[in-house]
């Protein structure tokens, strides 16, 4: 959970010309909201990959995965936490 909120954050962003090598339908000038490639392979460097131009695409399929488990992490540790004010522990 730490390298989530270490690195993970949200850009406004467009993506480059070069960007229509991995993936023609890409429109560069849309804009996007999420977090880079690069910091997605700080917490879970199996879901990025590289292609041979150096352009890093992210597995979102697999993405979502990881991110359930790490939901459920969080959820755990709210429950824990919730427990603990409710009995008067904090």
């Known amino acids: 959970l730490q390298g989530y909120a270490q690195h993970l954050r949200n850009y406004l962003y467009t993506y480059k010309d070069s960007a229509k090598r991995a993936d023609p339908r890409i429109d560069t000038s849309e804009?996007?909201?999420?977090?880079m490639a690069q910091d997605i392979?700080?917490?879970?460097?199996?879901?990025?990959q590289e292609t041979s131009d150096g352009?890093?695409?992210?597995?979102?399929n697999r993405l979502a995965l990881v991110?359930?488990?790490v939901l459920g992490d969080?959820?755990?540790?709210?429950?824990?936490i919730?427990?603990?004010?409710?009995?008067?522990g904090l």
């Open 55 to 60: 352009i890093k695409t992210v597995d979102g």
């Open 82 to 88: 919730d427990e603990r004010l409710t009995a008067g």
């Open 31 to 35: 804009l996007h909201n999420g977090p």
């Open 41 to 48: 392979e700080q917490v879970a460097p199996d879901c990025v």
């Open 74 to 80: 969080v959820i755990r540790k709210l429950n824990a």
């Open 67 to 69: 991110n359930a488990g």
